[in-house]
């Protein structure tokens, strides 16, 4: 089976949560081989606060995580 990339549904605000709570799942479910990569997408931002320029981080796509996986039942119920 080849993987393919999937889209989970988060609460906004919780993506980085729930992508350190999968990888922890995967690796203590050994399946680390049926899982390719977990991404929250995000991009650097330069905002100006106080007069000085602040780099900050926006997400992409708020309320989402990319999952590289190869679907069956087993990851399915383990996402």
Same mark, same amino acid.
């Given at each position: 089976m080849t993987k393919r990339w999937y889209v989970v549904h988060a609460y906004s605000g919780f993506e980085k949560s729930v992508q350190r709570a999968l990888v922890d799942r995967v690796t203590r479910?050994?399946? +680390?081989?049926?899982?390719? +990569?977990i991404l929250v997408p995000v991009e650097e931002v330069v905002e100006m606060k106080g007069g000085q320029?602040?780099?900050?981080e926006r997400t992409f796509f708020p309320?989402?995580? =990319?999952? @590289?996986? @190869?679907?069956?039942?087993?990851?399915?119920? =383990?996402v």
């Open positions: 479910a050994g399946m +680390q081989d049926a899982f390719g +990569q320029k602040a780099i900050s309320g989402y995580v =990319l999952c @590289e996986m @190869e679907m069956d039942d087993d990851s399915w119920h =383990l």
